[in-house]
């Protein structure tokens, strides 16, 4: 079988009504974990990330539950650990850093990870690729209609009801769930296209703005930071791009830094990329309200934080600390 690149989402602020899509919506849990495309053939099967990059190695309990359980196919879905209470991102940071070997297999055993199906896209040399979504789930179901259980392989939920999508993010969102994915009912599945939609479950928090990059006098991006349990302040994420006015009005409440200040003179790379960036360091006077999704490690973001506006009324010293790792 030939490579298919996994179809892809863009952000979207609002959910949609049922009626924005073409057919009508379909909403599904956006999970916190791995994509995935799992394939199986005649002689075995495997898993590939969303840049098809092989990870059969590194979650083999998952590649050999794709060969036990589902016939010839291939399958697009999110690999997810369960802690029994909720979504745990970390242990599959855990896995990935193993990149097989017999770490990964001690892991599997102790940490096993589940692969959460979402979509067919082939099935026993059958391309699914330009048939609707309706028909792809129904065959999806099909599929699993024959699949034992227990199993490392689930079928995804998915509703046409809106009110039952925001039931689910109400009761999943403490759990580790990041929001929604939305696809239209009679959409075909287009390999690396932006052709669904997510929504992001968010909050607000307050956090020390200790960095920027561009220049104090017109910043571009925020470098956010709160303090740990040993008074250390820590570099927990980046805001997204400022709008113009938002970059003027914030230009006049920050100052460079002096020597002594803690972070050091490159950004870590972002999540996925292996780039460091190069930031101006301020004063960590500055306290402002940000827009962050869920998908967090111990108040880390894993995603640029949005700004909402400065906290005149709060210093850093009110600013709740990070949690010890």
Same mark, same amino acid.
């Given at each position: 079988?030939? %490579?298919?690149?996994?179809?892809?989402?863009? +952000?979207?602020?609002?959910?949609?009504?049922?009626?924005?899509? *073409?057919?009508?919506? %379909?909403?599904?849990?956006k999970l916190?974990?791995? *994509?995935?495309?799992?394939?199986?053939?005649?002689? =075995?099967?495997?898993l590939t990330?969303?840049?098809?990059?092989?990870?059969?190695?590194?979650?083999?309990?998952? *590649?050999?539950?794709?060969?036990?359980?589902?016939?010839?196919?291939?399958?697009?879905?999110?690999?997810?650990?369960?802690? =029994?209470? &909720?979504?745990?991102?970390?242990?599959?940071?855990?896995?990935?850093?193993?990149?097989?070997?017999?770490?990964?297999?001690?892991?599997?055993?102790?940490?096993?990870?589940?692969?959460?199906?979402?979509?067919?896209?082939?099935?026993?040399?059958?391309?699914?690729?330009? &048939?609707?979504?309706?028909?792809? &789930?129904?065959?999806?179901?099909?599929?699993?209609?024959?699949?034992?259980?227990?199993?490392?392989?689930?079928?995804g939920m998915?509703?046409?009801?809106?009110?039952?999508? @925001?039931? $689910?993010?109400?009761? +999943?969102?403490?759990?580790?769930?990041?929001?929604?994915?939305?696809?239209?009912?009679? =959409?075909?599945?287009?390999?690396?296209?932006?052709?669904?939609?997510?929504? %992001?479950?968010?909050?607000?928090?307050?956090?020390?703005?200790?960095?920027?990059?561009?220049?104090?006098?017109?910043?571009?991006? +925020?470098?956010?930071?709160?303090?740990?349990?040993?008074? *250390?302040?820590?570099?927990?994420?980046?805001?997204?791009?400022?709008?113009?006015?938002?970059?003027?009005?914030?230009? =006049?409440?920050? /100052?460079?830094?002096?020597? /002594?200040?803690?972070?050091?003179?490159?950004?870590?790379?972002? $999540?996925?990329?292996?780039?460091?960036? @190069?930031?101006? &360091?301020?004063?960590?006077? +500055?306290?402002?309200?940000?827009?962050?999704?869920?998908?967090?490690?111990?108040?880390?973001?894993? /995603?640029?934080?949005?700004?909402?506006?400065?906290?005149?009324?709060?210093?850093?010293?009110?600013?709740?600390?990070?949690?010890?790792?």
């Amino acid at each position: 079988m030939a %490579r298919i690149e996994p179809m892809l989402a863009k +952000l979207v602020e609002k959910i949609p009504e049922p009626g924005a899509c *073409r057919g009508g919506c %379909r909403y599904e849990p956006k999970l916190d974990g791995f *994509r995935a495309l799992g394939t199986v053939a005649e002689r =075995g099967a495997g898993l590939t990330s969303r840049t098809g990059k092989s990870l059969s190695a590194v979650f083999p309990e998952v *590649r050999d539950a794709l060969f036990d359980r589902l016939p010839e196919c291939t399958v697009d879905g999110e690999i997810v650990h369960w802690t =029994g209470q &909720r979504f745990d991102f970390n242990a599959l940071l855990r896995r990935n850093a193993t990149r097989g070997g017999w770490r990964a297999l001690e892991l599997a055993a102790q940490e096993p990870a589940y692969l959460i199906v979402f979509d067919l896209l082939e099935i026993q040399g059958e391309s699914l690729l330009r &048939r609707p979504l309706t028909e792809r &789930r129904g065959r999806l179901e099909e599929v699993f209609a024959d699949v034992p259980r227990p199993s490392l392989i689930q079928l995804g939920m998915q509703t046409a009801d809106v009110e039952v999508a @925001r039931e $689910w993010v109400e009761a +999943l969102g403490p759990l580790g769930v990041e929001g929604l994915v939305i696809k239209a009912a009679d =959409g075909a599945y287009t390999p690396a296209k932006r052709g669904w939609s997510k929504w %992001r479950i968010r909050d607000t928090i307050d956090v020390i703005v200790g960095g920027v990059t561009g220049k104090a006098t017109s910043p571009r991006e +925020l470098v956010l930071g709160r303090y740990d349990t040993a008074g *250390r302040l820590v570099i927990v994420g980046r805001s997204t791009p400022l709008r113009t006015a938002e970059a003027a009005d914030l230009a =006049g409440r920050l /100052h460079p830094a002096g020597p /002594h200040h803690p972070w050091p003179e490159t950004l870590p790379p972002r $999540w996925g990329s292996r780039t460091r960036t @190069r930031y101006v &360091r301020v004063r960590p006077e +500055l306290v402002v309200e940000v827009s962050a999704d869920v998908a967090q490690d111990q108040g880390r973001m894993r /995603h640029p934080a949005r700004y909402v506006r400065p906290r005149n009324d709060v210093g850093p010293e009110d600013v709740p600390v990070v949690p010890e790792r």
